[in-house]
């Protein structure tokens, strides 16, 4: 296995910076000012769009106006397409890239580029994208050149979405060979199109004049303006072509200008007349789709190839260098399509082995995509799948991100996989990080059952495979929720198998086997294996690794009560995420989401949930597990059953069985019988809630001996509900029954933050039987455990909470309870009423402050007695007193008492 640093050094050759810098000019060409002055006028529009065959000087006309821009101090971005930019992903990776060589400071998106936008939605990163640039006080301008080598409905949708939000200050320019698959009637209506054909494009006499440069005749010049029909690349050839002849109405006379006549002077007057060394030269160079000395020289054993043509003056317009130091060349696109076919004729048995030749040279020069690329070409793909597994197959997406990985498999065809077992789990692991789970499991069985396993000459490959397999299996059974597949047993076994220098791999087990102790309730454990996956990540220098195991900590920590604790960890995996993957990167959702579900235990979630769904949007379609879908979903519950928003809570039920269906995850299949029970409460549908709890009774028990481990946590929420409608329809023998199981199912597991649940639960049970001192306990017990950590969402979130509070401070007196306690629970009914957390008749009839009096008065004290047992001025009592018989609507004690029970004030 290879370090972490070696892999390091690779993972950027993915990226080709010539793309995003355009061609140079071995000739002078004319300056077409009249088209360059349309140009100017149009950038005021959104796009412009230039559509022509090759050989109408699309390109030059795009470099010359970029000349022109740049001595405006306009920013211009240049990127050259091919068929890989086909490929979401890859392409915003590019247009981030040339937009940053232009000059733009794009801040964390370059982060997120060079790792290929790993799991970083397409929409998302185009919103930030258009917001820097829409904060720049200057014009930029964007050209996409050869637009028509992508082919991908993906791509059109894309630019669509791209056109529909441009900022004003932004300008796209499509160049291309056919009309793109986007939408151009939309913009062309709101007359935001500016749009040049072969029409515009022809030179006129003029322009045609300046390019051949020859004493002619005006009665000459309009014959070949009429052959050629002004084409650029024709009237160019033409000029040598005349130049070179003796005779030049007879060269006149003969010049077609049509394509096939081309191809004969191509041949005729540029191949022909080159030395034999300087035609293969170009021919078996014509496989690349980029060149320079050195490879070139690895191609075809021909040395300082292109010095010689620079001393072919006629071939010098049909090779365009691609960088300043013009070490980088390819061939003008019609010279490179005739060189392919004289390839074909010529030297068809070779192109194999020139492709191996490019593929070695690619190996030795660290561009693993290049090399991977051209063994394909060769039909060598057993090279190919030794390249990418000598480089860290599946690990590669850990150091260099998903677009490493995706571009070099998307050079594979899909009916090869089946021969590369180790490439099938690469490619899992591939679809693991894209979110498409049924796919990833599709690549595992595949590689699990693959004949090629129990052929003899793959003996020796097995143990990477199964190295690679355990691994890659295991993360799949986690991402399904699967802790019965990964047990301890077989985890701990995966781990002993593995190289004590291997890392990663134990991380990654060690990391799994953390959630699996999680699932099954055992914290101590879970943390241990926690804290053996950190030194693992540590060893591999997996910053990735070490972020997960952040996030698992502060879980830990949160189900455990130590809120301090876990926002520490949930803050350093944030810090982390955004620091090393960019603010819009999944572990920096999921580290977000994990921070809103912890400040709204604290009931500092506030009331927009912008950020959360937006977060929750991405960690649903690329990176997440059930304990972090369960925390964002269980809190979206509660403040939608808060404010008895039915529709809310189907619009969550719908979301969640769509995880359910692409991931499989059984726990939350409970969840989404949770949301259907909250509903009928809410509707009081008596024969859907009886129906849903006897389709749920394996949900509703616990018992460590007997019952599913892996049922503490839905047991949780599903058994809350549950509560719930049995303490609405008063069957408090059901209700007490059910919250006793679930409160021995908390204390075993240690789960503080649900055992308050619980609790308060217990509490509101025994008020509404009036049983005053044993709510009181319940209550207290909950304050005691809540208030050193804040955690006030378990209170807030009831309804009674202020009577209960007012019940308990009327006890007091007969308990030994913590004057801090009696504090946060005070807190917690002030913050109740005013995040309107209780009911609209509690908040309509009494404060807290007067449900205390009136709790006291129930128990028929004085005035006097009153104050002493709160603590407050005799006029005090008097004071709220009189607010009590104002809201109530009497004028005596007895009558106030009367009228609150009837109310629900009072039990």
Request: proline share 3%; charged share 25%.
């Amino acid at each position: 296995m290879r370090d972490s640093n070696e892999i390091d050094r690779e993972v950027g050759s993915w990226l080709i910076s010539t793309k995003w810098l355009p061609p140079r000019h071995h000739v002078s060409v004319i300056r077409r000012s009249r088209l360059i002055n349309v140009l100017d006028n149009g950038i005021q529009h959104d796009l412009t769009v230039i559509t022509a065959p090759a050989g109408f000087g699309k390109t030059t006309l795009l470099s010359q106006w970029r000349q022109r821009l740049l001595a405006k101090n306009v920013k211009v971005a240049w990127l050259t397409l091919d068929e890989y930019d086909s490929d979401l992903n890859n392409l915003l990776c590019y247009i981030i890239f040339s937009l940053i060589s232009s000059g733009l400071d794009l801040g964390r998106l370059e982060m997120l580029a060079e790792q290929g936008l790993s799991d970083t939605s397409p929409r998302s990163c185009l919103g930030l994208l258009l917001a820097k640039i829409s904060e720049l006080d200057e014009s930029v301008v964007l050209i996409l050149d050869d637009y028509h080598r992508i082919k991908a409905p993906e791509i059109d949708q894309f630019m669509d979405r791209l056109l529909d939000n441009m900022p004003d200050n932004f300008h796209l320019v499509i160049n291309s060979r056919e009309k793109p698959g986007f939408d151009l009637t939309k913009i062309r209506s709101f007359g935001q199109l500016q749009e040049f054909g072969p029409q515009e494009l022809r030179f006129d006499t003029v322009e045609m004049k300046e390019v051949i440069g020859l004493d002619l005749s005006d009665e000459q010049y309009s014959r070949l303006l009429e052959k050629t029909e002004g084409w650029p690349v024709t009237i160019q050839l033409a000029s040598q072509f005349i130049a070179l002849g003796e005779n030049k109405e007879q060269v006149l006379d003969s010049f077609s200008g049509k394509t096939s006549h081309l191809a004969d002077y191509l041949s005729a007057q540029i191949m022909n007349k080159c030395p034999e060394v300087v035609q293969e030269f170009l021919i078996k160079t014509s496989v690349l789709e980029r060149v320079n000395d050195n490879l070139a020289y690895a191609i075809c054993g021909i040395e300082g190839g292109f010095d010689q043509l620079e001393d072919a003056g006629s071939i010098n317009a049909l090779f365009v260098p691609l960088d300043e130091e013009k070490k980088w060349f390819r061939y003008h696109h019609l010279f490179s399509e005739f060189l392919k076919e004289l390839l074909h004729k010529r030297y068809l048995n070779e192109i194999p082995s020139l492709h191996l030749k490019a593929s070695k040279w690619f190996e030795a020069d660290n561009n693993l995509n290049e090399a991977v690329r051209h063994a394909c070409l060769a039909g060598d793909y057993d090279l190919a799948a030794q390249l990418i597994e000598n480089a860290g197959g599946w690990e590669l997406i850990l150091y260099g991100g998903i677009g490493y990985i995706r571009n070099l498999l998307h050079h594979i065809p899909d009916e090869q996989f089946a021969d590369y077992p180790r490439l099938q789990v690469a490619r899992a692991y591939y679809f693991q990080k894209k979110g498409e789970i049924r796919e990833a499991r599709n690549y595992i069985e595949f590689a699990r059952c693959n004949p090629k396993l129990r052929a003899e000459a793959y003996r020796g490959n097995l143990p990477a495979f199964h190295r690679d397999f355990d691994v890659v299996e295991v993360l799949q059974n986690t991402y399904e929720d699967d802790f019965v597949a990964n047990n301890l047993v077989t985890l701990t076994q995966r781990i002993k198998k593995l190289d004590p220098e291997d890392g990663i791999s134990p991380g990654v087990l060690f990391c799994s086997l953390s959630l699996s102790m999680m699932a099954n309730g055992k914290f101590d454990e879970g943390l241990k294996f926690i804290q053996e996956g950190i030194r693992s990540m540590r060893q591999a220098n997996s910053v990735l690794g070490l972020n997960y195991c952040y996030v698992h900590l502060g879980q830990f920590s949160l189900y455990q009560g130590h809120l301090r604790q876990a926002e520490a960890y949930f803050r350093e995996a944030q810090n982390m995420a955004d620091e090393n993957f960019g603010s819009d990167s999944g572990l920096k959702y999921i580290a977000d989401v994990s921070l809103f579900s912890l400040r709204d235990w604290r009931g500092e979630g506030g009331d927009d949930m912008t950020q959360v769904m937006m977060a929750l949007d991405h960690i649903e379609e690329f990176d997440g597990w059930f304990e972090i879908y369960i925390s964002a979903y269980e809190m979206i519950l509660v403040r939608a059953c808060r404010e008895r928003k039915k529709s809310l809570i189907v619009e969550l039920r719908d979301r969640c069985q769509r995880v359910v269906s692409e991931r499989s995850i059984e726990r939350l299949s409970v969840f989404v019988q949770c949301c259907d029970l909250m509903v009928a409460t809410l509707e009081e549908n008596r024969p859907d809630a009886e129906r849903i709890l006897y389709q749920m009774q394996g949900s509703l028990k616990w018992d460590r001996g007997q019952s599913d481990p892996m049922s503490w946590r839905p047991l949780q929420y599903m058994g809350k509900a549950a509560a719930l409608w049995y303490m609405k329809i008063e069957d408090f023998t059901a209700a007490r029954a059910l919250l006793v199981n679930m409160e021995e199912c908390c204390r075993e597991v240690k789960a503080t933050c649900f055992l308050l649940n619980i609790l308060i639960m217990r509490a509101e049970l025994e008020f509404r039987q009036n049983n005053m001192a044993r709510a009181s306990d319940f209550l207290f017990e909950a304050a005691a455990l809540a208030w050193p950590e804040n955690i006030i969402r378990p209170f807030t979130e009831n309804d009674n909470i202020v009577p209960l509070v007012a019940a308990a401070y009327a006890v007091r007196r007969q308990k030994n309870v913590d004057r801090l306690a009696l504090n946060f629970l005070q807190e917690c009914a002030a913050q109740a009423r005013k995040m309107k957390k209780v009911s609209l008749l509690h908040q309509e009839l009494l404060s807290s402050r007067e449900m205390e009096v009136l709790m006291e008065l129930q128990g028929g004290l004085s005035n006097k007695e009153i104050a002493r047992a709160l603590e407050m001025t005799e006029h005090t009592v008097k004071f709220h007193l009189k607010n009590i018989f104002v809201k109530l609507d009497v004028d005596k004690r007895a009558k106030a008492i009367i009228v609150a029970r009837q109310k629900g004030l009072l039990g």
